[in-house]
């Protein structure tokens, strides 16, 4: 998942001398065959947030995509609703997202988005 860019893709400081070993070992390109994450089988819900700047900025890769995400009973509130890039078999109910723009959140690469599941835990 290509949660945050600043902290996925560190480099060292210009000019560093002297650093820890581990500093080298955490700012070093994992090749993409050999390092890209997988998310499957997640349920989030009963979530209140307020002032927000999006309510999702979600993005994975085609290669290896948000799987079988079930997010239910959000209550969101923020300046723009946002996107979300590569998922697959996402489910979405009973949330209600604020937008100070008036945006609806978009999915990008959708690969099955499934908008009435019952409440409840995933089977």
Do not use: C
């Given at each position: 998942m290509n949660w945050n860019p600043s902290y996925s893709y560190a480099t060292?400081?210009?000019g560093a001398k002297d650093v820890p070993p581990y500093w080298v070992v955490l700012t070093t390109p994992v090749p993409q065959d050999k390092g890209l994450p997988h998310f499957s089988d997640i349920h989030?819900?009963?979530i209140h947030a307020s002032g927000a700047k999006a309510a999702f900025e979600?993005?994975?890769y085609?290669?290896?995509?948000?799987?079988?995400?079930?997010?239910?009973?959000l209550d969101i509130q923020a300046d723009t609703a946002g996107h979300v890039a590569d998922a697959k078999n996402w489910s979405m109910q009973d949330n209600v997202i604020h937008t100070s723009d008036g945006t609806k959140l978009s999915f990008d690469r959708d690969l099955g988005l499934k908008k009435d599941v019952p409440f409840g835990e995933p089977n």
């Amino acid at each position: 998942m290509n949660w945050n860019p600043s902290y996925s893709y560190a480099t060292l400081p210009s000019g560093a001398k002297d650093v820890p070993p581990y500093w080298v070992v955490l700012t070093t390109p994992v090749p993409q065959d050999k390092g890209l994450p997988h998310f499957s089988d997640i349920h989030i819900w009963n979530i209140h947030a307020s002032g927000a700047k999006a309510a999702f900025e979600v993005s994975a890769y085609p290669e290896a995509p948000l799987q079988n995400f079930r997010l239910d009973h959000l209550d969101i509130q923020a300046d723009t609703a946002g996107h979300v890039a590569d998922a697959k078999n996402w489910s979405m109910q009973d949330n209600v997202i604020h937008t100070s723009d008036g945006t609806k959140l978009s999915f990008d690469r959708d690969l099955g988005l499934k908008k009435d599941v019952p409440f409840g835990e995933p089977n």
